[in-house]
């Protein structure tokens, strides 16, 4: 059984900052890729940024030059470092594991979800 759990959400002023973390547990074999999506109120979920097991990242154009997501495969661990927040970065942030298991093939796995808000 996998888990994907995020942290480090909450509340934050326009310009300002927070780092999220997610870890992944379980009979992991193997991370693929591991990323970060948000979804805002009436809209649909996209993708913020990920990373894979190399370390090459991509990120969504609305959040290059603010936020850096960055990795530690011996934790099984993601990072979204956001800075200069804006009020339109408001969501409940979600995280991906791109996996495989011991004993099944490879799937994405999402955490609960951790809400950011971004308001004065």
């Known amino acids: 059984q996998v888990q994907v759990v995020e942290s480090g959400g909450g509340w934050v002023q326009p310009g300002g900052s927070l780092r999220l973390s997610c870890a992944a547990s379980?009979?992991?074999?193997?991370?693929?890729?591991m990323g970060w999506y948000r979804q805002a109120p009436g809209k649909q979920r996209e993708l913020v940024a990920r990373?894979?097991?190399?370390?090459?990242?991509n990120y969504a154009r609305s959040v290059k030059g603010r936020f850096t997501i960055s990795r530690d495969n011996a934790k099984k661990t993601v990072y979204l470092q956001m800075n200069s927040l804006l009020p339109e970065d408001t969501a409940v942030y979600y995280c991906?594991?791109?996996?495989?298991?011991?004993?099944?093939?490879?799937?994405?796995?999402w955490g609960q979800g951790t809400q950011v808000t971004v308001s004065s």
């Open positions: 991906n594991a791109d996996l495989r298991t011991i004993a099944t093939p490879r799937n994405d796995y």
């Open positions: 379980g009979s992991i074999s193997s991370i693929y890729f």
């Open positions: 990373i894979s097991s190399a370390g090459t990242t």
